[in-house]
């Protein structure tokens, strides 16, 4: 494979999205990496690594195709990619409550500060329009066990929130 | 029996196949069962192995949680072995060594109590818990030809899950 790129993708979600992208990216005889597709907040999102040994501009150009057809913006950057580049998270923290800002900044200004590696951040926002929940998901590695980093979180300005943290342990078998 | 010598990959269709039970229990049984092990014991530190793995459709499997922090058996070889009771679900990361350089969250069942023999056909029960629970569920899965694959659940999804008692 001669290049990788980052194909990022947001619009207004509708069915076929990922059908029409990814023929286009077919017939222009690339080659598809990891990928993350989610829905978030009404709109659909790809970030998607794409490798090729053709030019990057004809590919970008039958982008803006689909993109003005389907009223998306996509972008196609150069990027640095390998295979076989899985970390695995050694805990998850979660982090819920009512709603209000800056949960995000404290959570995640603390555990950089414990040294944590953010592998994976995925967040909710729930309940209702006049008490809104937000509930946090990390995943990473941090050289700190569990019980240090929940008392940190939870020194750190948490403490109106649910705070959990737990190894997280993978079997092979 | 055939010779245990190096783990299959998926997508090995031998991977995919119910496996038949055990019906003799000679040397040749215990002689593969250490075969068996030998692989297990070379690759990634893994903590069970079975023997579709190793290209043999029979119903065996090798369990060792021992390396691990909780109550557990150590070393153990099941042969026909069968879940008889389960309760309580956990989430936790698996990977496996047909399937490298991937892993996934799975649901098993926390405790479990399961019937099997041994290399010698000497009828075994054991009740186990946690970690130990899951490598045996995951060896088992093996024998009906069902990969850590299948049983995949989406981190996101357990964000948005519903209590039971959400109306």
């Excluded at chain 2, 698996?94 to 799975?106: A, F, H, K, Q, R």
């Amino acid at each position: 494979m001669g290049s990788w790129h980052m194909l990022t993708l947001v619009g207004r979600d509708r069915p076929g999205i990922v059908a029409k992208v990814s023929q286009v990216l077919y017939e222009s005889g690339c080659l598809l990496g990891e990928a993350s597709m989610l829905h978030l907040g009404g709109n659909f999102t790809i970030m998607l690594m794409v490798g090729m040994n053709g030019d990057s501009a004809e590919l970008a150009g039958s982008l803006k195709g689909l993109a003005d057809e389907l009223g998306l913006r996509i972008h196609l950057d150069p990027a640095e990619g390998a295979f076989h580049e899985h970390p695995e998270p050694n805990i998850c923290v979660t982090i819920g409550g009512a709603d209000r800002a800056g949960i995000v900044a404290q959570a995640t200004r603390c555990l950089a500060a414990c040294g944590f590696n953010i592998l994976n951040l995925e967040s909710a926002v729930a309940g209702s329009a006049e008490r809104p929940l937000y509930v946090l998901h990390i995943e990473g590695q941090c050289p700190l066990d569990a019980e240090a980093i929940e008392r940190h979180l939870i020194q750190y300005g948490l403490s109106d929130l649910d705070v959990s943290v737990h190894p997280m342990e993978t079997m092979i078998a | 029996m055939i010779a245990a010598k190096e783990v299959l990959t998926w997508p090995d269709e031998r991977l995919r196949q119910v496996c038949a039970p055990v019906t003799e229990f000679g040397d040749a049984l215990r002689s593969f069962v250490a075969d068996m092990e030998a692989v297990m014991r070379s690759g990634p530190a893994a903590v069970g192995i079975a023997a579709p793995q190793v290209g043999c459709l029979r119903r065996v499997v090798i369990v060792d949680a021992s390396a691990r922090k909780g109550r557990n058996h150590g070393r153990l070889v099941l042969v026909n072995p069968e879940i008889v009771s389960w309760d309580g679900s956990v989430k936790e990361r698996e990977g496996c060594l047909s399937v490298p350089d991937m892993t996934g969250n799975v649901v098993r069942a926390q405790n479990i109590a399961i019937e099997c023999v041994d290399e010698y056909g000497r009828p075994q029960s054991y009740e186990m818990s946690h970690f130990e629970a899951r490598v045996v569920q995951h060896e088992l899965d093996h024998l009906d030809g069902l990969l850590f694959l299948d049983r995949v659940v989406s981190r996101r999804s357990d964000l948005f899950k519903r209590s039971p008692e959400a109306k």
